[in-house]
């Protein structure tokens, strides 16, 4: 079995494995206790999560196919900021009018289907018929859901998701990858 080299932000091989402490922090990020995280692939410069990579089937069986959750407060809001503004019909209109825009979209589509594969399997899960060739975030045709292509971008580093990378671009005025902007709290809860 090879092992999986991480490209995600902030990662390396020996810190993709959730501790407790990275779950306390997911529930304090989300306000809700996580469950099914099988990897972190993404983290700030602190050492926090940014995304949860969590199980395409949930231990309650509900189909999950958003694989790389975008978690971190700060960022989820950033990204709500632009869809509030409408950015993502303007890319939506220019895929349809980029052909190698949306040929990079498709191959963005099919690594997180790829992604979603192995951390289902590492899960322990073979397959998801439900969710079988459906990624997230609209792919590959449209761009509906900001969180779910920057969750992607962060998780598998730039260079893969054109608007992952071009969704973490526009939101640097409220949060980039070179400066930390965790509450301290999320690690004094129990
Ligand atoms: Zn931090």
């Given at each position: 079995m090879t092992t999986h080299q991480p490209q995600g932000f902030g990662v390396t091989a020996d810190t993709l494995t959730p501790t407790e402490q990275d779950l306390q922090v997911l529930s304090a990020q989300?306000?809700?206790?996580?469950?099914?995280?099988?990897?972190?692939?993404?983290?700030?410069?602190?050492?926090?999560?940014?995304?949860?990579?969590?199980?395409?089937?949930?231990?309650?069986?509900s189909p999950f196919?958003?694989?790389f959750y975008l978690a971190h407060p700060v960022i989820t809001s950033a990204a709500s900021r632009l869809e509030a503004e409408?950015?993502?019909?303007?890319?939506?209109?220019?895929?349809?009018?980029?052909?190698?825009?949306?040929?990079?979209?498709?191959?963005?589509?099919?690594?997180?289907?790829?992604?979603r594969d192995r951390i289902g399997k590492k899960a322990g899960i073979a397959d998801v018929p439900e969710i079988e060739g459906v990624s997230a975030g609209g792919m590959p045709t449209r761009v509906k859901c900001l969180h779910a292509v920057l969750g992607h971008t962060l998780?598998?580093?730039?260079?893969?998701?054109?608007?992952?990378?071009?969704?973490?671009?526009?939101?640097?005025?409220?949060?980039?990858?070179q400066v930390c902007a965790c509450d301290p709290a999320w690690r004094q809860q129990n």
């Open positions: 989300l306000g809700r206790k996580v469950r099914d995280v099988v990897e972190i692939p993404a983290r700030c410069l602190c050492g926090n999560p940014l995304v949860a990579a969590t199980a395409p089937r949930l231990a309650n069986g196919p958003t694989v409408g950015i993502m019909y303007e890319m939506t209109d220019e895929l349809a009018q980029d052909d190698a825009l949306a040929a990079a979209y498709a191959q963005a589509h099919l690594n997180y289907l790829q992604e998780a598998v580093g730039r260079g893969i998701n054109p608007y992952g990378d071009r969704t973490l671009d526009l939101i640097a005025e409220w949060w980039t990858p």
